[in-house]
């Protein structure tokens, strides 16, 4: 990502910013000294806003091993005395969800945001995970901006909240909001006394004192009453219109109704209640607002997160009043909201209609509109090789791909689910291949048992299953497909780095020397270029007792063709190819496409790996002489 260079503009300037580059700028505004992380779609870009030009400015600003690791790192700066933030996507809090409920028992002595950007469509994330749910559970603040103004507005006021209540505030945002570009006015940068220091207090920070427990989930109790005291002179909610229909809502959806009712003309008749601070209920504020609603629609991403908590509300106060949303069928429960089914809702309100079933699956534009096309490894990519090359060793062995289980990881490597590859049988969460497969031979399965992992997902979550499986002996085949980077989020650094991308100097980490230390009783590292070399391999020790682990190490093709010029590349020679499709059948490389019946290699996209002329019958693929470049 190259840096807006206006996110370090002099303040009242308006300029145009995606919204996580509006977290940046507000973490700036705000004197975060401390932002970690790990790389997740849709948050990554706010570390990689800052990086840089995080050491001029004295932030420490840097990718974790995992989300656990980045949220205990800030929690560290935090009760030393300075401001810190944690940035993960939702499947990200999952993993950090531990030290995030014991922060709230420890609270802080500096400001302490943790960042979770939510996905509902889902577009780049394995659930549609309502992490405001995770804000009940820690009994922590949330508040949630709805543009990139509050985006960087809310980022400042995330940090005072922490400070005034002395426990953490969590930030959610949503993809539409974090990847949004629009106008931003920038504000003063602070400079805040940020003294570092640490006072022991076994109270706060021991958890291994039942008593203290009981006393620190008092405090905590104490604390989260004052939320909604506290974020009234923040201005974290509002209200427009007037009238006896009232639209409850918050975060990008506050953004959907607006329009929609501009385009109605309704915004006279309808009252627009919006919620910035999300947990805890502003009760009062809400009450006060509801006062004069005889109907109300709630509109929100995901979940009936607010619709649940404004009815339990009305029911304790004796107020009845219907409440509408997606419980009752205005809104649909899966998938990301959009125009036209707000729209549906409010014009059923209007008209006290019962909402029609299309709009709990309708979407802005038809399946005829958007033909699928599932996404494809890069051409060039090692990963490609990889999975051919066991395709190939497993076929040599005499079995079905039908019958050898291949448990997948979180990666780009997971797109070797789709034709023509087809090889991965699941995708769960981080470091879950080795797990799942150790499980699959613990059951009993007596055919082998292959797990699939990436260089990223092994410093996250892989290490600690791979010692299990070699401490209890599990006959499994683990294929580390090292390409040097986190890929798929958009080429993050990883441990094996010697450079962070803020210009810091790293000690690198191999994997292979972590994965020597824990004994495999095999170990191979293989450039997955040289195909015949890893089939050959993979086909010799695929049945062998004990864990086997192959390291399949070569260079994203995306960050190689960065690095360098691509140095070679090939073009179907039209008068000898016979339009066999084998080519695209056996890879699926992108670069190749049909024109009419012949095969055409896009030059454009080629990367130059040569993988196609191994499967073409009629050596049609040549390699393009002179300048390729």
Avoid at 7 to 17: E, K, N
Avoid at 129 to 136: C, G, L, N, T
Avoid at 261 to 289: Q, S, T, W
Avoid at 578 to 598: F, S, Y
Wanted: charged share 20%.
């Amino acid at each position: 990502m190259t840096l807006n260079s206006d996110i370090l503009a002099p303040p009242g300037t308006r300029v145009p910013l995606m919204g996580n580059e509006a977290i940046a700028r507000g973490l700036i505004e705000a004197d975060a000294r401390v932002v970690v992380g790990y790389p997740g779609t849709p948050s990554s870009e706010v570390i990689m806003a800052l990086q840089p030009v995080s050491r001029q400015l004295g932030i420490y600003a840097e990718w974790a091993v995992n989300e656990r690791v980045a949220l205990e790192i800030a929690l560290g700066a935090s009760i030393a005395g300075v401001r810190s933030i944690a940035t993960m996507k939702a499947p990200g809090l999952n993993v950090a969800s531990d030290p995030l409920l014991s922060s709230a028992y420890c609270g802080i002595d500096r400001g302490l945001v943790v960042l979770v950007a939510d996905d509902p469509g889902p577009h780049t994330t394995q659930t549609e995970q309502d992490s405001r749910w995770y804000a009940k559970l820690a009994k922590l603040p949330m508040i949630s901006p709805s543009n990139p103004q509050e985006a960087k507005d809310f980022t400042k006021v995330a940090f005072d909240i922490s400070e005034e209540l002395g426990i953490p505030v969590i930030l959610r945002t949503t993809t539409r909001v974090n990847h949004t570009v629009s106008d931003v006015v920038l504000g003063e940068v602070r400079r805040i006394q940020q003294d570092v220091k640490i006072v022991k207090n076994e109270v706060r920070f021991v958890r291994a004192g039942m008593a203290w427990n009981l006393e620190r989930h008092k405090w905590l109790n104490s604390r989260l009453r004052l939320a909604e005291e506290v974020s009234t002179k923040y201005s974290l909610n509002s209200s427009s219109g007037r009238g006896e229909i009232c639209v409850l809502t918050e975060g990008v959806a506050h953004e959907y109704v607006s329009e929609v009712l501009e385009e109605l003309r309704l915004e006279d008749r309808v009252k627009v209640i919006k919620l910035g601070l999300l947990y805890p209920a502003p009760r009062k504020f809400l009450l006060e607002n509801l006062a004069e609603c005889k109907t109300i629609l709630v509109v929100e991403e995901l979940d009936p997160f607010l619709e649940e908590q404004v009815k339990a509300i009305l029911h304790e106060e004796n107020v009845h009043v219907r409440v509408y949303g997606k419980l009752t069928g205005h809104l649909p429960l899966e998938g990301e909201l959009n125009k036209n089914q707000v729209r549906n809702a409010i014009e059923c309100i209007i008209r006290g209609l019962t909402p029609p079933l299309t709009t709990r699956s309708e979407h802005t534009l038809s399946p005829q509109d958007t033909p699928p096309r599932p996404p494809p490894l890069c051409p060039g990519c090692p990963h490609r090789f990889s999975f051919i090359a066991l395709k190939i060793a497993l076929s040599i062995r005499g079995y079905k791909l039908s019958e050898v289980p291949v448990f997948g990881d979180i990666g780009c490597y997971a797109l070797a689910v789709y034709p023509p590859i087809s090889m991965l049988w699941t995708e769960h969460s981080m470091g879950a291949s080795i797990s799942m497969a150790i499980g699959a031979k613990i059951a009993g399965y007596t055919k082998p048992v292959i797990a699939v992992i990436g260089d990223s997902t092994f410093y996250h979550a892989g290490i600690q299953p791979l010692i299990e499986a070699i401490n209890k002996n599990i006959d499994i085949l683990v294929l580390i497909l090292d390409n040097d980077v986190v890929a798929m989020t958009g080429h993050q650094s990883t441990p094996a780095w010697s450079l962070s991308e803020s210009g810091r100097p790293l000690r690198p980490v191999s994997i292979e020397s972590i994965v020597k230390s824990i004994s495999p009783d095999f170990l191979a590292t293989i450039d997955p270029y040289n195909l015949d070399e890893m089939i050959s391999i993979i086909s010799e020790i695929v049945d062998r007792p004990g864990v086997k682990v192959i390291i399949a190490k070569h260079p994203c093709a995306l960050l190689e063709r960065r690095a360098r010029k691509v140095e070679k590349k090939f073009y179907v020679d039209a008068s000898v190819c016979r339009g066999c499709k084998a080519c695209i059948t056996a890879t699926g490389c992108p670069a190749i496409v049909m024109e009419g019946n012949l095969a055409r290699i896009i030059l454009e996209d080629c990367n130059g790996c040569g993988l196609c002329t191994r499967f073409c019958p009629y050596r049609a693929i040549k390699l393009l002489q002179g300048d390729s470049t």
